[in-house]
């Protein structure tokens, strides 16, 4: 079975599928999906009963991409902080050890202080 964090654009994955992968029970994980759609950054393909990143989130990297030429992090909420789902490569070649699954810390790095700045109170004391 696929961790939550083993995707990219085009798989698809069911409720219960990424339900038990994530640890939560389908009813409390559908709130979160019906958000990120209505985002855009998460699509549902109705026929095939699936979800995948969603085509705005891939835009959004590529925009900023062309605006910076370095690599581009998409990453979730995690259980110990932001989790890297995928990573669009920029146009300079580097060696990262970043990788699709990683957590990154919440303190000491880029994607963690984003996480930290834009999240609600409660969620960040219990990780740090």
Known sequence: ???????????????????????????????YLTSLQRLGLLELDADAKGHTIGRDAFESARKL????????????????????VDIVRGREARHTEIHIGRSMPLARSALGC?????SAPPSCPTVV
Do not use: K
């Not at 409720?15 to 009813?27: C, K, M, N, R």
């Not at 984003?114 to 834009?118: I, L, P």
């Open 1 to 31: 079975m696929p961790t939550p964090c083993d995707t990219s654009y085009g798989e698809r994955h069911g409720l219960v599928e990424i339900a038990a992968a994530s640890g939560l029970q389908p009813a409390q994980l559908r709130p």
């Open 114 to 118: 984003c996480f930290a700045r834009m």
């Open 65 to 84: 991409i062309g605006e910076t030429g370095m690599m581009c992090f998409l990453s979730v909420w995690g259980t110990y902080g932001p989790v890297v």
